[in-house]
């Protein structure tokens, strides 16, 4: 069982860019989800996963149709949302405790931290977050909702392109 960020960023460290921007800038290039580090690959082994409000906010804003996950989700929050449609529990729990939840759901496959960059970074802080991968697009944003706002060192398990990405997993250091 790993808990893994796994992202999409800009070469200086932007997973969205401004509001008014949103995702364009990522979702229009060529990508193969069944490539190299692609989506299929990753969430075939992923049992559980949690989000922050902003990305789900983001998800219910451009997502057409039902919730699209299966597997239980958490998203850490202090808005009320309305009910969700899928198995989705709202929290402002302790990082550790939604952590150990996670992978009890996940029975053994791994727990993925969508983002965002700074939820991502509360798992660092715990000793909770085992893997980052990210595809990296060929653009800089120069501002926008950080990648990763900590200080990490990291070991290479995996350096592949997939269309017009660079795709780096990444293994945290302790
Ligand atoms: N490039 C990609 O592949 C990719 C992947 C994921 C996300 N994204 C995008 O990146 C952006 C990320 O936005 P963001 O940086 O604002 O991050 P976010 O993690 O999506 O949302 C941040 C919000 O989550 C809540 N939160 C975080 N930690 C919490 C905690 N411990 N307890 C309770 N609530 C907590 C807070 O919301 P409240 O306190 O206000 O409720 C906080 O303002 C979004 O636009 C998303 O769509 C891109």
Same mark, same amino acid.
């Given at each position: 069982?790993?808990?893994?960020?796994?992202?999409?960023?800009?070469?200086?460290?932007?997973?969205?860019?401004?509001?008014?921007?949103?995702?364009?800038?990522?979702?229009?290039?060529?990508?193969?989800?069944?490539?190299?580090?692609?989506?299929?690959?990753? %969430?075939? +082994?992923? @049992?559980? #996963?949690?989000?922050?409000?902003?990305? $789900?906010?983001? =998800?219910?804003?451009?997502?057409?149709? /039902?919730?699209?996950?299966?597997?239980?989700?958490?998203?850490?929050?202090?808005?009320?949302?309305?009910?969700?449609?899928?198995?989705?529990?709202?929290?402002?729990?302790?990082?550790?405790?939604?952590?150990?939840?996670?992978?009890?759901?996940?029975?053994?496959?791994?727990?993925?931290?969508?983002?965002?960059?700074?939820?991502?970074?509360? %798992?660092? +802080?715990? @000793?909770? #977050?085992?893997?980052?991968?990210?595809? $990296?697009?060929? =653009?800089?944003?120069?501002?926008?909702? /950080?990648?990763?706002?900590?200080?990490?060192?990291?070991?290479?398990?995996?350096?592949?392109?997939?269309?017009?990405?660079?795709?780096?997993?990444?293994?945290?250091?302790?």
């Amino acid at each position: 069982m790993l808990t893994q960020y796994f992202t999409a960023s800009s070469l200086d460290g932007f997973i969205a860019a401004e509001p008014e921007d949103g995702l364009a800038w990522l979702l229009t290039r060529d990508i193969d989800m069944s490539g190299p580090q692609g989506y299929e690959e990753f %969430f075939a +082994d992923v @049992g559980a #996963l949690c989000m922050g409000a902003t990305t $789900y906010q983001w =998800l219910l804003d451009h997502h057409d149709g /039902p919730w699209p996950y299966e597997i239980p989700a958490w998203v850490f929050t202090h808005r009320r949302f309305p009910p969700a449609d899928g198995d989705v529990t709202f929290t402002a729990g302790p990082v550790p405790e939604i952590h150990a939840a996670m992978v009890d759901a996940a029975a053994g496959k791994n727990v993925w931290v969508v983002g965002g960059g700074e939820l991502a970074g509360q %798992f660092c +802080d715990h @000793g909770l #977050l085992d893997e980052v991968w990210i595809q $990296y697009a060929p =653009l800089t944003l120069g501002s926008g909702a /950080p990648l990763l706002p900590r200080r990490v060192e990291f070991e290479e398990v995996a350096l592949d392109r997939n269309g017009e990405f660079t795709c780096r997993r990444l293994r945290v250091k302790r």
